[in-house]
Each structure stands twice: as structure tokens, then as C-alpha cells.
């Protein structure tokens, strides 16, 4: 199966990035052929300044790289490294009615929250829709937020095939892959973690960050001798997600007898969250320490990239008659 997914370089990466996709990109590239890349194109709907955005690229690549997305197995690249991406979004626009994008959740999120906009941020999904098409992709493994996108894809998909396919289809039609344990991972605030709303703990914030956001978590008020619900508790919630199996079923059982307070519950979830990314820290410090290798990974990764996006460019050129 051809994977294929992308994460916009629009600040560091959080705990809700990394268990809602990165830690799927990582099963996934084990018996797949996967593409993963930074999506700076999209970027440029909210980052306008070309020094903070080359660094956020960089950093993502080596967040990547850190994590375990492995070069040798997935091909990893940046968007704008391959252009062919940008002309099929044209194509693409050309059949997408504009109520489609109108109805968009993610873009009047955005502009709630206070993007400009611009026709860029209008027209996103149709540039994902060509990042995912492009490639042929299977499935494509995301959050849930980004479900909508996923469809408004496979609808571009199906209009492009039936215009202009004349019985072979130009596109394959991917489908989303979103965990439902995962699917929305709660920030400090008990909202959706996400950087606009400033309520993420970044994965490789320094071990005291992590401790002091982690403190932040908002609870009730319930004393520590009395029984809790594990499954309303957003302690518990993200402790879940990280614990080993013992942990859970102990930590579990004395929600329910009562005996757990909220600050020991503070302290063992800053502890595992540290503790799974402790590995990822130090390899991340040698690959950051050698730009000229995280590179190299780019260059091969563009070079691929490059090669399976001309072949579907072709085709669609080809179907509409622009060749
Ligand atoms: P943000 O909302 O912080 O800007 P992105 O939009 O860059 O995050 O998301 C990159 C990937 O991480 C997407 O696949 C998205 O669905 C996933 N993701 C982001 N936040 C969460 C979350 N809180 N829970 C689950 N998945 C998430
Ligand atoms: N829109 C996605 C996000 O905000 C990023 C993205 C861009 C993407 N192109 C993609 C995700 C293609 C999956 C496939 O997270």
C-alpha cells in the first residue's frame, strides 16, 4: 500500500501530533511504501517570514527524523520540493465547485481564530487533495480534524475520474486512516490540543516544561481518598496513551477504589511523557547538530517524491488535454 501523509511546519510539533499521526507514520512505514513530508506550501497560509519558515522546515524534518521516520524505509521530503504538486492543484481547482470549499470547518476555524483570508487558505483543501492524489496514495493516516479534507479529496477525485477518465480512472481514491483512541487528543485546557489555541506540550520541550505544563492540566476538585472515573479524567486520559500495560490496570484500579490524588497523577503522566521521548531527545541533538545529513535525507527523499508525482501529473495532464 502506497501511505501518505503531511504536517504543516508552522511551529514545533506537539504531544497531539505525534499520538494523532507521527506515532501511525511510524507503524505504518514498516510494511508500506510511505511518503511523509513537511507541508510548507500550506505554511505559507499562516507563516509570512521566510527565515522562521526555513527554520520551522528544518525543524520538522529533524523532529521527523528523531522520532524514527527512517529514510532507508519511507521517503521523506518537503512539499515545495516538488512542484508538479502546485500545477495539479490547478487542475484540480478547475473542478472543484466552490461550495465545497465554502462548507469547509477547517477554514472558518481559521479565520476565526484570525488568519487573513486569502485565497491561498480558501483553496487548501484543493492542494492537499493534490499532495494525497499525486502520489496514488492508499491511505492516508491523520487526526480527526482532518476528516473533512479526506473527503472533500476523494469528491475532487471522483469529478476529475468522471470528466474526464473515459472508462480508466486518473485517480485512485484514498481513505483516511484515524485511530479513534486518538483521534483528538486534549490539550491542558481540556480543548483539542493545538497550537492556535497555545495549549500544547511540545515534544521536545525541555523535560521542566513539560512538567510545569503537565501541572497546568485543569481538574475538579474531588479529594484524594475519593473513587474517580478514569474515563472524564483528562490525566488519565493522556496517561493512557503512554503508560505500559501494568501501570494502566494499577493507576486504573485506584481511580475507581479512590486513593489517587491529581498532583501524584500530575507527576507519573510528566514522568512517562518524558521518559517516551527520552531516546527521540538524543538523537534529535546529533541530527540537529548535522544539517548537512538532514540534507541529504531531503534531496533523496525530493528525488523520489519527484519521480512518482511526474507519472500522475502526466496522466491528468493528459486526460484534460493540456498535453
Ligand atoms: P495543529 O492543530 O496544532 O496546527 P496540525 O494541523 O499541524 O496541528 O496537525 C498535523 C497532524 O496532527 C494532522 O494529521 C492532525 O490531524 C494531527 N493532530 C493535530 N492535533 C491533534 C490532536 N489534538 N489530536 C489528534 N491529532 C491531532
Ligand atoms: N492539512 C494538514 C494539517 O493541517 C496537513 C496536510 C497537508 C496533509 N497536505 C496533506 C495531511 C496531505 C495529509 C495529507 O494537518
Same mark, same amino acid.
Given at each position: 500500500?502506497?501511505?501518505?501523509?503531511?504536517?504543516?511546519?508552522?511551529?514545533?510539533?506537539?504531544?497531539?501530533?505525534?499520538?494523532?499521526?507521527?506515532?501511525?507514520?511510524?507503524?505504518?512505514?514498516?510494511?508500506?511504501?510511505?511518503?511523509?513530508?513537511?507541508?510548507?506550501?500550506?505554511?505559507?497560509?499562516?507563516?509570512?517570514?521566510?527565515?522562521?519558515?526555513?527554520?520551522?522546515?528544518?525543524?520538522?524534518?529533524?523532529?521527523?527524523?528523531?522520532?524514527?521516520? !527512517? &529514510?532507508?524505509?519511507? $521517503?521523506?521530503? %518537503?512539499?515545495?520540493? +516538488?512542484?508538479?504538486? #502546485?500545477?495539479?492543484?490547478?487542475?484540480?481547482?478547475?473542478?472543484?465547485?466552490?461550495?465545497?470549499?465554502?462548507?469547509?470547518?477547517?477554514?472558518?476555524?481559521?479565520?476565526?481564530?484570525?488568519?487573513?483570508?486569502?485565497?491561498?487558505?480558501?483553496?487548501?483543501?484543493?492542494?492537499?487533495?493534490?499532495?494525497?492524489?499525486?502520489?496514488?496514495?492508499?491511505?492516508?493516516?491523520?487526526?480527526?480534524?482532518?476528516?473533512?479534507?479526506?473527503?472533500?479529496?476523494?469528491?475532487?477525485?471522483?469529478?476529475?475520474?468522471?470528466?474526464?477518465?473515459?472508462?480508466?480512472?486518473?485517480?485512485?481514491?484514498?481513505?483516511?486512516?484515524?485511530?479513534?483512541?486518538?483521534?483528538?487528543?486534549?490539550?491542558?485546557?481540556?480543548?483539542?490540543?493545538?497550537?492556535?489555541?497555545?495549549?500544547?506540550?511540545?515534544?521536545?520541550? !525541555? &523535560?521542566?516544561?513539560? $512538567?510545569?505544563? %503537565?501541572?497546568?492540566? +485543569?481538574?475538579?476538585? #474531588?479529594?484524594?481518598?475519593?473513587?474517580?472515573?478514569?474515563?472524564?479524567?483528562?490525566?488519565?486520559?493522556?496517561?493512557?496513551?503512554?503508560?505500559?500495560?501494568?501501570?494502566?490496570?494499577?493507576?486504573?484500579?485506584?481511580?475507581?477504589?479512590?486513593?489517587?490524588?491529581?498532583?501524584?497523577?500530575?507527576?507519573?503522566?510528566?514522568?512517562?511523557?518524558?521518559?517516551?521521548?527520552?531516546?527521540?531527545?538524543?538523537?534529535?541533538?546529533?541530527?540537529?547538530?548535522?544539517?548537512?545529513?538532514?540534507?541529504?535525507?531531503?534531496?533523496?527523499?525530493?528525488?523520489?517524491?519527484?519521480?512518482?508525482?511526474?507519472?500522475?501529473?502526466?496522466?491528468?495532464?493528459?486526460?484534460?488535454?493540456?498535453?
Amino acid at each position: 500500500m502506497r501511505v501518505l501523509s503531511g504536517i504543516q511546519p508552522s511551529g514545533a510539533l506537539h504531544i497531539g501530533n505525534y499520538l494523532g499521526a507521527i506515532r501511525q507514520y511510524l507503524a505504518l512505514q514498516e510494511s508500506n511504501d510511505a511518503f511523509y513530508f513537511v507541508a510548507n506550501y500550506h505554511a505559507l497560509t499562516s507563516v509570512r517570514n521566510a527565515e522562521i519558515l526555513r527554520g520551522y522546515v528544518f525543524d520538522v524534518m529533524v523532529d521527523f527524523l528523531a522520532l524514527g521516520l !527512517d &529514510p532507508d524505509r519511507a $521517503t521523506l521530503f %518537503v512539499q515545495s520540493d +516538488v512542484p508538479e504538486t #502546485t500545477e495539479l492543484a490547478w487542475l484540480l481547482t478547475t473542478v472543484t465547485p466552490m461550495g465545497w470549499l465554502e462548507k469547509c470547518v477547517s477554514y472558518k476555524d481559521k479565520v476565526q481564530q484570525g488568519l487573513p483570508s486569502d485565497h491561498g487558505l480558501f483553496a487548501y483543501p484543493v492542494l492537499q487533495a493534490a499532495d494525497i492524489l499525486i502520489y496514488d496514495a492508499d491511505v492516508v493516516p491523520v487526526g480527526q480534524d482532518q476528516k473533512q479534507h479526506l473527503e472533500i479529496t476523494r469528491d475532487i477525485a471522483e469529478r476529475f475520474n468522471h470528466v474526464y477518465g473515459k472508462g480508466a480512472d486518473v485517480f485512485k481514491l484514498p481513505k483516511p486512516y484515524i485511530l479513534d483512541t486518538v483521534s483528538v487528543v486534549p490539550g491542558i485546557d481540556g480543548r483539542k490540543m493545538s497550537k492556535s489555541y497555545n495549549n500544547t506540550i511540545e515534544i521536545f520541550d !525541555d &523535560p521542566t516544561i513539560i $512538567t510545569k505544563k %503537565v501541572k497546568k492540566i +485543569v481538574t475538579d476538585s #474531588t479529594a484524594v481518598e475519593a473513587p474517580k472515573n478514569p474515563d472524564t479524567c483528562p490525566l488519565f486520559g493522556l496517561f493512557k496513551l503512554f503508560a505500559n500495560a501494568d501501570e494502566l490496570t494499577e493507576v486504573e484500579r485506584r481511580y475507581r477504589e479512590g486513593g489517587v490524588g491529581y498532583g501524584e497523577m500530575k507527576k507519573r503522566l510528566a514522568e512517562v511523557i518524558i521518559a517516551a521521548f527520552g531516546p527521540a531527545r538524543e538523537r534529535r541533538a546529533d541530527w540537529a547538530a548535522h544539517p548537512e545529513r538532514v540534507a541529504q535525507v531531503r534531496a533523496a527523499g525530493a528525488e523520489r517524491a519527484r519521480k512518482a508525482a511526474r507519472v500522475v501529473l502526466d496522466r491528468a495532464r493528459n486526460a484534460c488535454g493540456v498535453a
